[in-house]
């Protein structure tokens, strides 16, 4: 007889990915596709920003923060199953900063 434990992600063929957006910045627009589908946050002042989302295996996941100040500066980061430590990270300290990470699907 054979016995052991096996973990599934909570959805099979789908993993999830933790969304963060951090700063100096007093305002960031944030917006996030998933495949062709977009979602746009809007102007955030509250740092950190961050979303945990399920998608399939196979989509792309794009987030974007752009600032809207001269001073300040902006990160994003991309966390999650089977994206290597620290995961994807876009920083920006310039005036009106912008980035974007990407994770490409599998």
Do not use: M
């Not at 100096?24 to 979602?39: C, H, K, L, N």
């Not at 990160?75 to 990270?89: F, L, M």
């Amino acid at each position: 007889r054979v016995t052991g434990t096996v973990t599934l992600s909570p959805t099979p063929g789908t993993r999830t990915l933790t969304l963060l957006v951090e700063g100096t910045q007093p305002q960031v627009e944030i917006a996030y596709e998933i495949g062709d589908t977009e979602v746009v946050v809007g102007n955030v002042v509250v740092f950190p920003w961050i979303v945990t989302i399920q998608v399939a295996f196979d989509l792309d996941v794009r987030l974007t923060a752009a600032g809207t100040a001269e001073f300040g500066d902006v990160r994003c980061q991309i966390t999650g199953d089977a994206i290597p430590t620290p995961g994807i990270v876009q920083y920006d300290s310039n005036p009106y900063p912008a980035v974007e990470c990407v994770v490409s699907g599998l």
